[in-house]
């Protein structure tokens, strides 16, 4: 953005179910009921390079509430679906839940159970493996991000199925699960410990992906304020009868009134999480790799300098000229944009109008790293396309970008259609 933008189930399986399934749900702005978002890790980053940003931070891709202009479009099928009971209903808002907000829904006729997903930034400082060897050890100053979220087993047992369940209800303060993927980022197994700035976990289980809605700790709510990820990120509700009539009826809550807000049942999306539309931020890492940062302030953030030497690149691409982004994403960027060119809709998109690719920032204060962060993510045309409001984008750049693996912010539950980011990394040729 410019500047100037099986489910966490842990109650799918308790985190699954709930992690995963509080943060994926389509969304639609009360009263509206919508029918049914391997790189190694550095251990010793060292002085911080000024260079290590073109761009200045932007409000473009800042979650916090806006209303859409409308609602946005029903989520694909899922590639994958979570092993959670199907009356399930995911809930989520921008920005976090509002209070009074989970119970208001426990008391609605039609549910039966709800589960409230908490979730944040854990920033890791040491981690090591069961036996005490050291394996991250990023320097004074610096952490990893990681995105931890917390569950509550006891009120995620209505979530609960799939063969993680009983790793999942064994959840105990003081505990983390870990999905296959962030295991395999983390280098650590059962017993292992993770250190973070506000606290430690051990390593109680690993999960499937699917189980844990994607996060890469789930931890238990007790533990949520003690490691700063007590942002009431999202619900799972478990409802009798019709899905419609439960949801007219939240939708109808005066706390959601003015409030965009996204449904999800476990057939509407892979990761039952809020910000279903875009990839997991450990699957991001996966992809193009992690890396320590620093600069708690604001939304700047300063990248190891290594892992920008390492992944960031500077290159000619058609329409835009010069761009830096992930050496990884430049071919498939290059390849939507002569695309365009060779079918002379290169007017669509305005040279002048482009916001850039890398840039080390937050999506907002306090808020995940961007995925301009890792130079993943373009914002074209950004004057005519304001953030959680209309959108002058051609559907034709969309279809374009969409098939070479960038998901469009335009369909966000806060839209922002000037942006594109990877969201399918396999049309990059990644696993």
């Given at each position: 953005?410019?500047?100037?933008?099986?489910?966490?189930?842990?109650a799918?399986?308790v985190a699954?179910v709930?992690v995963?399934?509080?943060l994926?749900l389509?969304t639609?702005?009360p009263?509206?009921?919508?029918?049914?978002?391997?790189?190694?890790?550095?251990?010793?980053p060292?002085?911080a390079?000024?260079?290590?940003s073109?761009?200045?931070?932007?409000?473009?891709?800042?979650?916090?509430?806006h209303?859409?202009?409308?609602?946005?479009?029903?989520?694909?099928?899922?590639?994958?679906t979570p092993?959670?009971?199907a009356?399930t209903?995911?809930?989520?808002t921008?920005?976090?839940?509002?209070?009074?907000?989970?119970?208001?829904?426990?008391?609605?006729?039609g549910?039966?159970?709800?589960?409230?997903?908490?979730?944040?930034e854990g920033?890791l400082?040491?981690?090591a493996?069961?036996?005490?060897?050291a394996?991250?050890a990023?320097?004074?100053?610096w952490?990893?991000?990681l995105d931890v979220?917390?569950?509550h087993?006891d009120?995620?047992?209505?979530?609960i199925?799939?063969?993680?369940r009983a790793?999942i209800?064994?959840?105990?303060?003081g505990?983390?699960?870990l999905?296959?993927?962030?295991?395999?980022?983390?280098?650590?197994?059962?017993g292992g410990?993770l250190?973070?700035?506000?606290g430690?976990?051990?390593?109680?289980g690993?999960v499937?992906?699917?189980?844990v809605?994607?996060a890469?700790?789930?931890?238990?709510?007790?533990d949520a304020?003690?490691?700063?990820?007590e942002t009431r990120r999202a619900?799972?509700?478990a409802y009798?009868?019709?899905?419609?009539d439960?949801?007219?009826?939240?939708a109808?809550?005066?706390t959601l009134?003015h409030?965009?807000v996204?449904?999800?049942s476990?057939?509407?999306?892979?990761w039952l999480?809020h910000?279903?539309?875009?990839?997991p931020?450990?699957?991001?890492?996966?992809?193009f790799g992690?890396?320590a940062?620093?600069?708690r302030?604001?939304?700047?953030?300063?990248?190891?300098?290594?892992?920008?030497r390492?992944?960031?690149t500077?290159?000619?691409v058609p329409?835009?000229?010069?761009?830096r982004c992930h050496?990884?994403?430049i071919?498939a960027?290059?390849a939507?944009?002569?695309?365009l060119?060779?079918?002379?809709?290169?007017h669509?998109?305005?040279?002048?109008?482009f916001?850039g690719c890398?840039?080390?920032?937050?999506?907002a204060?306090g808020a995940?790293?961007?995925r301009h962060?890792?130079?993943?993510?373009?914002d074209l045309?950004?004057d005519g396309?304001?953030?959680?409001s209309?959108?002058?984008?051609?559907?034709r750049?969309?279809?374009?970008m969409r098939?070479?693996?960038?998901?469009?912010g335009?369909?966000?539950?806060?839209?922002?259609?000037?942006h594109?980011?990877?969201?399918?990394?396999?049309?990059l040729g990644l696993?």
């Amino acid at each position: 953005m410019r500047p100037g933008a099986r489910g966490l189930l842990l109650a799918a399986a308790v985190a699954g179910v709930l992690v995963g399934a509080l943060l994926s749900l389509p969304t639609t702005p009360p009263p509206a009921v919508e029918a049914a978002s391997s790189t190694p890790s550095p251990t010793q980053p060292p002085a911080a390079d000024a260079s290590s940003s073109t761009l200045s931070p932007t409000p473009f891709d800042d979650p916090t509430p806006h209303t859409p202009a409308a609602t946005p479009p029903a989520a694909a099928p899922p590639t994958q679906t979570p092993d959670v009971p199907a009356r399930t209903l995911l809930v989520w808002t921008a920005g976090g839940l509002p209070p009074g907000l989970p119970a208001a829904v426990e008391a609605l006729a039609g549910v039966t159970a709800v589960s409230v997903i908490q979730g944040g930034e854990g920033r890791l400082i040491r981690s090591a493996r069961a036996d005490g060897s050291a394996v991250d050890a990023p320097s004074a100053g610096w952490f990893i991000p990681l995105d931890v979220l917390a569950v509550h087993p006891d009120a995620a047992e209505a979530f609960i199925s799939g063969p993680d369940r009983a790793v999942i209800a064994a959840l105990r303060p003081g505990d983390a699960l870990l999905g296959r993927t962030s295991a395999a980022l983390r280098r650590v197994g059962v017993g292992g410990r993770l250190e973070f700035d506000r606290g430690a976990v051990t390593v109680a289980g690993i999960v499937d992906d699917l189980s844990v809605a994607g996060a890469e700790a789930v931890v238990h709510a007790d533990d949520a304020h003690r490691l700063g990820v007590e942002t009431r990120r999202a619900l799972l509700v478990a409802y009798r009868g019709g899905r419609e009539d439960v949801q007219r009826r939240i939708a109808a809550l005066d706390t959601l009134q003015h409030r965009p807000v996204r449904f999800r049942s476990p057939a509407e999306t892979t990761w039952l999480r809020h910000g279903d539309a875009v990839l997991p931020q450990a699957l991001i890492k996966a992809a193009f790799g992690e890396f320590a940062v620093r600069g708690r302030g604001g939304r700047s953030l300063e990248v190891a300098p290594e892992w920008e030497r390492e992944a960031i690149t500077r290159e000619s691409v058609p329409v835009l000229g010069t761009v830096r982004c992930h050496h990884r994403v430049i071919p498939a960027l290059a390849a939507a944009l002569g695309e365009l060119e060779r079918a002379n809709l290169a007017h669509l998109v305005d040279p002048a109008d482009f916001a850039g690719c890398y840039s080390p920032r937050r999506i907002a204060a306090g808020a995940p790293p961007s995925r301009h962060a890792w130079g993943i993510a373009v914002d074209l045309n950004v004057d005519g396309n304001p953030r959680g409001s209309f959108s002058t984008q051609d559907p034709r750049l969309v279809a374009v970008m969409r098939d070479a693996g960038f998901g469009w912010g335009g369909s966000w539950l806060v839209p922002d259609p000037a942006h594109y980011e990877v969201t399918d990394p396999a049309r990059l040729g990644l696993r």
